[in-house]
């Protein structure tokens, strides 16, 4: 608090209400990226930790900046593969839009929706989930999922994959030279469930496969 200013202090990023601009400090406050894990933090700029703000200004548009990885939203529905696609009100229509966007420590957040395409995460450690009930992803003309990690074994990328069905694809998931998470997916009536290659492991949970041929 400096003579009634309230904004926090961010090494990233501070309002100065005096002269609307953004400056920063030298110090930087505990409060930033500190609320309630469970509260929106959406009206917040950007970059910041995906958390809110604790004080006056948090989850609004003079919240002090954090640092973080950034979250790309899909809407099948509303989205437009133009859009920036940093909220949901500035959607992406495709989730190879939001995977080609994002990079490692990244979050494609997919909104409910049926996905007619396939989807390539090449050489990328990012989480790809749904928000919300689980979107469909259907490929019929080829894989609904293609994972592939780096070209060296000592260095393989991890990316996640939550909460999806896979269904009516050729390849549910074709992973080749990487390990994914892959959690809370219902993979049903695809040729194939999911096929693996050279060195991988994916760490499969609470997951659901049948009427795969």
């Known amino acids: 608090n400096k003579g009634g200013d309230y904004h926090l202090q961010s090494i990233y990023g501070r309002y100065n209400p005096l002269t609307g601009t953004w400056v920063n400090d030298n110090r930087h406050s505990p409060c930033v990226d ?10 917040e700029p950007l970059p910041n930790g995906r958390r809110i703000n604790m004080g006056a200004y948090g989850n609004t548009s003079q919240a002090s900046k954090g640092i973080g990885y950034l979250v790309y939203h899909v809407d099948g529905v509303n989205g437009n593969d133009l859009n920036g696609g940093l909220s949901r009100d500035d959607s992406l229509r495709t989730i190879q839009a939001g995977v080609e966007k994002a990079v490692n420590g990244d979050t494609v957040l997919v909104w409910p929706s049926i996905y007619k395409e396939g989807v390539e995460i090449l050489h990328k450690s990012i989480t790809v989930q749904s928000a919300g ?16 990690g780096a070209v060296d074994a000592s260095n393989l990328r991890q990316s996640t994959l939550k909460n999806f069905v ?48």
């Open 34 to 43: 500190a609320g309630n894990p469970g509260d929106n933090y959406d009206r």
């Open 133 to 148: 009930d689980a979107a469909i992803v259907q490929n019929p003309d080829g894989n609904a999922f293609t994972i592939v």
């Open 166 to 213: 896979v269904r009516d694809s050729n390849f549910g998931f074709l992973i080749n030279h990487c390990s994914p998470v892959l959690s809370q997916l219902t993979v049903v009536s695809n040729t194939i469930g999911i096929v693996a290659y050279g060195d991988t492991s994916p760490d499969i949970s609470n997951s659901i496969f049948y009427m795969n041929e």
